[in-house]
């Protein structure tokens, strides 16, 4: 089955491809010819999923999916969350990003947090909503180098080291985005 995934974000294309099902063929954005940005103006992760999906449904006609994921801090009452990639700017880079929310968290004990994932998957025409969260706490300081966004300062309950510190294969173990792809999987081999 073809399915195009709308996103421009080359990490989350690399972790989905790891995730799919060989039964699947994702297709990104930039192999369907669908160059524009798509906009995220809503305040709900479901809400963003379904409007990316529904512009690339309107676009392209074919099956397609997209996820939207944020990070939601207890102590912070869920933020940054839907604004996760916007949390110091909307052209701040991760590590800007990743110094506002340690110093929201300096005087707080609690650093409980998680990501959270939601895909909506437009299947001949119709939407259909997959959710995965992996809880976890944020570390005090940055460590590692791999994936993206906050992976340097998220620890999985479960690990004893952040995201950025995994091969991609240890963090589809914990991930959100595994979850939530999981889910997709099974409902599509369903079918
Ligand atoms: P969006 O889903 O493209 O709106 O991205 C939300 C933002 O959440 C990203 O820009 C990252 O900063 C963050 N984010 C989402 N998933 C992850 C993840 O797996 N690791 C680290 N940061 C993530």
Redo the contacts with the bound molecule.
Sequence with gaps: MKLIFATN?EHKIQEVRSLLHDAFTLVTLKEAGIMQDIP?PHDTLQANALEKATVVFNLSGENCFS?????EVDALGGAPGVY??RYAGVNAT?AQ?INKLLAALTQEQNRAAQ?RTVIALIENGQPVFFEGICKGYIAKTISGHR?????PI?IPDGADRC?AEMELAEKNKY?H?RKAFDQLKTYLLSR
Excluded: K
């Design positions: 974000n995220e996820e939207d994921s944020g990070l996760s990639a991760a990003h990501f994936g993206f966004g906050y992976d998220f995201f991930s985005r």
